[in-house]
């Protein structure tokens, strides 16, 4: 389990930081790792934000810093 | 005097439920129509309060927020606020919630109530929310939110009665207009979450069969061989489950010919019942049992939960050429008819990745283009089997399908490159928890679906075959002439004129004759073949034998498989052109589509007719 430390919004597009704010990333929202990659691609990612699952890119990913919760 | 009765608008996340509580609000009596002046899809019916008064409901499209990503969540936007043209502002809103997903979908329940407009919440799946190991108290998320909220499980008509009682108080009693605030998304999320976490009475450890599923199907190798293994099935299901009731259409159609050619005299109306109406409108209407055993499949796998994982997996395969796991659901679709297809890519948010998106989905070998290679392929290609369980006929089907969706992968890159030059396409999407699909839900989807494909081959493909009859049957050929009723008809000197620009790529009289009524749809083809030569026949004995026969005593093997080649590509659907320019407001982009899809057919069948020649077939 870890927590989304900071979001560099600026480092995302405007619709793909629009769209995750909708989802409900936030800094201080659980977070946690579910899926990775598909054959031999590190690409799309499967996380659990809050109550969701939600489908990503690393690229997008890139951009939340989590820290590691109690 | 009569007043229209009140309108009341759904609305909330995707997947929380929002078009099943809609189904069981109004129950099969739902209009669908277009929003004015956009083609998202409106659906409303009719619903009544306790004492039978009636209110119009509408189901709007899901969204996440009022500041859309998506032409969607646009139109969500534009009727909640009162902006779109032609379009009356809801009198009250029933927000719906998914009970398992407070913290995600509070937010936009905020941003809606604050709108001011007489709401009720409709805090639905409260026993998925409980399987989990949930325990809401919705009374005090009611004193947080400051308006009513009724628990409800759509699926089993729970919680529908006292949510009409308190939709009706709210009609009556609208609360003070109060002034919108504006507070920042940020503020919301966070308002959002403690309201979340104040209403939760307890949570234990459900059983998570969201998670335990998702490990085996989002698996990196696993979840590709179930996902390939489905739509193996799909398609085998396509074929295998359909003979039977094609065979029952089929028969039907030709005992009501029959029936028709005993009690009628020979003459004009006769002609046109039987050669035009039946011939022509029924060779389409066997299709229907392929068409929908596809949408069955699609939306199995849209209400089961399962299509954004089947996104998920194809993520990176799409990302090659230049598109994303959004584009994989509009082209999934686009197998069974373009028309939905193109319609579902409202959802792309990326929006030139929508444009590429539209612009390949004909590319898919949709079920209209099946009429034409089942008679193709039954009339030239041998039913042998080249290996165990491996027939030939349907190994040329499947390098069909496989041609168009090469076609389309090498278009899509090409588009994205040299058209839209997008440098990179996005994919971020909720992955919705898995349920078992309605039933009545599912069934009322198909016949909804039916009844627009058989309301189309009733209109356009009706008045397709008429006119054709009509330009096949007039002028009268003389009397004795050696001369063919279709080569001395209007049709065929408008063929005489098409047939120089198709003769290079192995395409006969006949061919060029067809071509033209396949402009309003591909599947007229057939029926323009079978028109063809019923007319032809008309005084001999074989009218009553099959089409594929007479295709095979007159076509050469290179021609047929050219043909074949040419229906792989060719834009030829005059519905599908229209909704491109819909879709993308404008004539540039569906003349781009026709002009680069023609230009495919063309070289695709010549190549193919002077291959196949040499090889001296």
Redesign the interface.
Known sequence: MAVIRTIHWDDLPDQEGHRLRSLGFEPGVAIEALHKGILMWRDPLAVRVGRMTVALRTNVAAAIDCELSA | MTEMPPLVALVGNPNAGKSALFNALTGARQKIANYPGVTVERKSGRAAFADGRPIEMIDLPGA??L?P?SLDEAVTRDVVLGNLQGHRRPDALVIVLDA?????HL??ALELIAQGLPTVVALNMIDLAERDGLQLDSQKLARALGVPVIETVAVRRRGLEPLMIQLEEALHNPSPAIEPVAIS??AQ??R??DIARSVIISETAGRQW??RL??VL?H??G??VILLALLFLMFQAVYGWSEAPIGWIESGFALLSDGIKNAMPDGLLRSFLTDGVIAGVGSVIVFLPQILILFLFILLLEASGYM?RA???M??LM?AVGLS?HSFIPLLSSFACAIPGIMATRTI??QKERLATILISPLMTCSARLPVYTVIIGAFIPASNIGPGIGLQGLVLFGLYIAGILGAMLAASAIQRFVTQSR?S????????YQWPRVSDIALNLWQRAWVFLRRAGTIIFAATIILWALLSFPKAPEGSNISQVEYSVAGRIADGLEPIVRPIGFNHDIALALIPAMAAREVAVSALATVYAIDAADDDTAATSLGPKLAADWSLATALAFLAWFVFAPQCISTIAVTRRETNGWKWPIFMVTYLFALAYAAAGITYWTARSFGL
């Open positions: 996440y927020s500041s990503d398992g997903n407070l913290d995600n937010r936009f998304i940020g999320n966070q959002a979450r969201t998670r998702d490990a989002l990196p190798v979840g590709v954004t996104a998920f997996v993520d990176r990302a796991g948010m990326d990179t996005s994919f971020l999407i909720e992955m919705p928890r």
